[in-house]
């Protein structure tokens, strides 16, 4: 199994707060990427990054941020977080772009009460 | 921009019949095409990928797709079902010279004994 790690695995926060996920992986693959999936909307993309620093947005990022200063970790935040956020989020590494397979952590469920 | 529609949001069947999981794509320049697993609580994982040459791609567990140009589409098969395979399905392109890989809405199939 390829390394990642997404931490925590559970939350249960309230509304408002601002919530920080963090995905780290060992393999040293230059893409990661934040997806949030919903009942009947499959796996969105919220924000990918192809390098240190280097980040953008996907297809749902209002609300989120994210940030990654070292190859090994991507660092997810709810700047204040919404009922709407409740949802299981995923990461996913790739080594490069397009043409090889990426592969996902566990994801983190989380539930904004 | 590429997009990934799954027509099918469930599809029920029985153990050792045949199966077909649709897919069409949308896209302005070519793609790298995906199909996931994704077992009840866990992340996701590779099934099989197009990225170029013959059309049909045999993956792991069996399974098989066909890439069909003209009509944007990458339908997913499998000529005998088991009750293991019980699970959720995606669909995911990647548009060449892009970073994102985006997902359809997914296909839960359920294999009944």
């Known amino acids: 199994d390829a390394g990642i790690t997404q931490s925590p695995r559970h939350k249960v926060t309230e509304t408002g707060t601002p919530v920080t996920l963090r995905c780290h992986q060992t393999?040293?693959?230059?893409?990661m990427y934040w997806y949030r999936q919903d009942p009947g909307h499959g796996l969105r993309l919220i924000h990918y990054s192809y390098g240190v620093k280097d980040t953008d947005k996907g297809e749902v990022s209002d609300g989120y941020s994210v940030s990654r200063s070292k190859t090994e970790d991507f660092l997810l935040t709810l700047e204040s977080a919404t009922s709407s956020q409740t949802s299981v989020y995923f990461c996913?590494?790739?080594?490069?772009?397009?043409?090889?397979?990426?592969?996902f952590g566990q994801g983190t469920r989380l539930t904004v009460v | 921009a590429q997009s990934v529609t799954q027509l099918d949001s469930q599809v029920p069947v029985f153990e050792e019949a045949p199966v077909e999981l649709r897919c069409n794509y949308s896209s302005s320049v070519s793609v790298y095409l995906f199909w996931y697993v994704q077992y009840p609580n866990q992340g996701l994982q590779l099934l099989l990928k197009?990225?170029?040459?013959?059309?049909l791609v045999k993956g792991i567990n069996g399974f098989e797709a066909e890439f069909n140009k003209s009509q944007t589409s990458f339908h997913l098969r499998k000529p005998s079902v088991h009750i293991s395979d019980t699970a959720e399905y995606f669909c995911a392109v990647w548009g060449k010279g892009t970073d994102k890989l985006i997902f359809g809405t997914g296909t839960r199939l359920q294999v009944f004994p």
């Open positions: 197009y990225l170029s040459g013959s059309t």
């Open positions: 393999e040293n693959h230059r893409y």
């Open positions: 996913a590494i790739s080594e490069i772009r397009g043409n090889t397979e990426a592969f």
